[in-house]
């Protein structure tokens, strides 16, 4: 099932920063000369990543589609993700966008029990190989930014 997700900023039932990310993808699509997007129902999912019991999201493209190219969102890499977590000032922080094959959500452990971690499957150039097979990257959510680099 997918959806237009085209409310208004004012009419979302997202916060600015979550529906910005899905305006950037709308924007994307139509600069690629494609006619629509839509959405996946598990486009956006609402998480407390961090432990402090804000909601955060995860924005992940793997179900979007762009009309007349189909394949925009996705490619061998992975479709595009990106984390948006609550401050305390009640906006959000970006601490990823990047393309990821899959992603796994995993409990915290220790003294930071509250706050996930993600399991990435990433291309496999991550890990210093070539695209097959993919490499695997673990990483406990706050609101520090983080990306992966290719080696």
Same mark, same amino acid.
């Given at each position: 099932?997918?959806?237009?997700?085209?409310?208004?900023?004012?009419?979302?039932?997202?916060?600015?920063?979550?529906e910005?990310?899905?305006?950037?993808?709308?924007?994307?699509?139509?600069?690629?000369?494609?006619?629509k997007?839509?959405?996946?129902?598990?486009?956006?999912?609402?998480?407390?990543?961090?432990?402090?019991?804000?909601?955060?999201?995860?924005?992940?493209?793997?179900?979007?589609?762009?009309?007349?190219w189909e394949?925009?969102?996705?490619?061998?890499?992975?479709c595009?993700?990106?984390?948006?977590?609550?401050?305390?000032?009640?906006?959000?922080? +970006?601490?990823?966008? /990047? %393309?990821?094959?899959?992603? $796994?959500?995993?409990p915290? *452990?220790?003294?930071?029990?509250g706050?996930?971690?993600?399991?990435?499957?990433?291309?496999?150039?991550?890990?210093?190989?070539?695209?097959v097979? +993919?490499?695997?990257? /673990? %990483?406990?959510?706050?609101? $520090?930014?983080?990306?992966? *680099?290719?080696?």
């Amino acid at each position: 099932m997918l959806a237009d997700f085209g409310a208004s900023a004012r009419d979302s039932k997202y916060p600015p920063e979550v529906e910005s990310s899905l305006e950037f993808a709308r924007k994307e699509c139509k600069e690629a000369e494609g006619t629509k997007t839509t959405f996946g129902k598990n486009t956006v999912r609402k998480i407390d990543l961090t432990g402090d019991g804000r909601a955060d999201y995860i924005v992940s493209m793997d179900e979007a589609k762009c009309e007349g190219w189909e394949s925009y969102f996705c490619g061998t890499g992975g479709c595009g993700l990106e984390i948006l977590v609550a401050l305390p000032n009640g906006k959000y922080v +970006s601490v990823l966008d /990047t %393309r990821v094959r899959s992603y $796994k959500i995993l409990p915290g *452990k220790g003294a930071k029990r509250g706050a996930k971690r993600i399991q990435f499957e990433l291309h496999g150039g991550y890990c210093g190989r070539s695209g097959v097979p +993919s490499c695997y990257k /673990t %990483r406990r959510i706050t609101t $520090k930014p983080f990306e992966f *680099k290719q080696q």
